[in-house]
């Protein structure tokens, strides 16, 4: 499994990057958001996450890859 962190912060380098391309290329003629509101919004992306998949984790938990146990032998009574 891989770690809840690392996807949590590839999402938000994600919603940084789509940001700043949104705010250089798109809002020109709007006014400019700040650096910081940008920031501010990245990191409440990566709590979000994190709080997302845990919740998730509860709700449907990983078996793994354990063999299912089945009788198959001949019955005793």
């Known amino acids: 499994m891989e770690s809840i962190y690392t996807n949590a912060i590839l999402v938000a380098m994600m919603f940084f990057a789509i940001k700043m391309i949104e ?44 063999a299912t146990n089945a009788f198959v032998n001949k019955p005793d009574f």
Do not use: R, W
């Open 23 to 66: 705010l250089k290329f798109v809002n020109e003629e709007t006014t400019e958001k700040p650096l910081k509101h940008i920031v501010k919004d990245s990191v409440i992306v990566y709590v979000c996450y994190i709080i997302g998949a845990m919740i998730y984790g509860q709700f449907f938990p990983s078996i793994g890859h354990a």
